[in-house]
């Protein structure tokens, strides 16, 4: 997108759906987590801050 060339990032949506689902993944997993709709799928970005959030992180999805 435009904004990404400039070094901007890209508008979060403001689906109020799509953000109480943010929401509620933030919640869940005690990090920021952000969804991207793109059509019929999209994608899921979930943020740490170091190895251990990572490890919790993966243990929460039983692949720790």
Known sequence: AKA????QPEPKTEDPY???LETRMREALGTRVQ???????GSITI???DANEL?????LFGAG
């Open 4 to 7: 990404e060339r400039q070094g």
């Open 18 to 20: 799509v953000k109480d």
């Open 35 to 41: 969804l991207k709709p793109r059509g019929r799928g």
């Open 47 to 49: 943020g740490y801050h």
């Open 55 to 59: 490890d919790r992180l993966l243990d």
